[in-house]
């Protein structure tokens, strides 16, 4: 049985307005300052220049790794890839997902996204995050109903309802 495509693609933008603000209030503080002590000290251009294009660093960063984040999700997996030089790939499988959540920040809701968060029996990643991901709630109850049908065939074939389908009488000898 082939896997469907239920999703592809990357986050939104959206998720890094919070870096682009707080970006925005260090190059508002850094000027200010430089402002301020200029009639004291005359300004340093290549110290405002470093320091500014650390915070540019710094706001890019988020960008350039939301811009190279990939999440496929079929009807058995969800497949996350990120990175730039150094690729990372992902896999959750459905079965693992115990519960799934959206949440809409406000700042989020503006721009139509919002975050789900999948809750796993996976000891080592128990809580998995798809941000900022357009009309959530949509694909919030898609995975579900994918999660729920993955979940209907890994029933136990063994069981002792002999009208249940996949029904086994185990003879001891």
């Known amino acids: 049985m082939a896997n469907q495509v239920i ?33 004291s000290f005359p300004i340093q251009w290549s110290v405002l220049l470093a320091q500014a294009g650390t915070v540019l660093i710094g706001v890019g960063l988020p960008f350039v790794k ?43 809701r503006l721009f139509r996204t919002g975050s ?9 990643h128990p809580v998995r995050r798809l941000p900022a991901i357009r009309n959530a709630d949509q694909l919030c109850k898609t995975l579900d109903e994918a999660v729920a049908m993955h979940q209907e065939r890994l029933i136990p074939a063994y069981t002792n309802d002999p009208n249940a389908p996949g029904y086994s009488q185990v003879h001891s000898i």
Not at 83 to 99: A, C, D, M, P
Not at 116 to 124: E, P, S
Request: charged share 15%; hydrophobic share 45%; with cysteine.
């Open 7 to 39: 999703f592809i693609g990357a986050p939104s933008q959206a998720c890094i307005l919070p870096a682009l603000l707080k970006g925005g209030v260090v190059m508002a503080m850094i000027g200010g300052i430089h402002v301020c002590t200029s009639n």
């Open 66 to 108: 939301t811009a190279f984040t990939r999440i496929v999700i079929d009807t058995a997996r969800i497949t996350w890839t990120q990175g730039i030089l150094h690729r990372r790939v992902s896999t959750l499988e459905l079965s693992r997902i115990q519960r799934i959540t959206s949440i809409h920040p406000r700042w989020q």
């Open 116 to 124: 789900i968060i999948l809750t796993t029996n996976d000891v080592a």
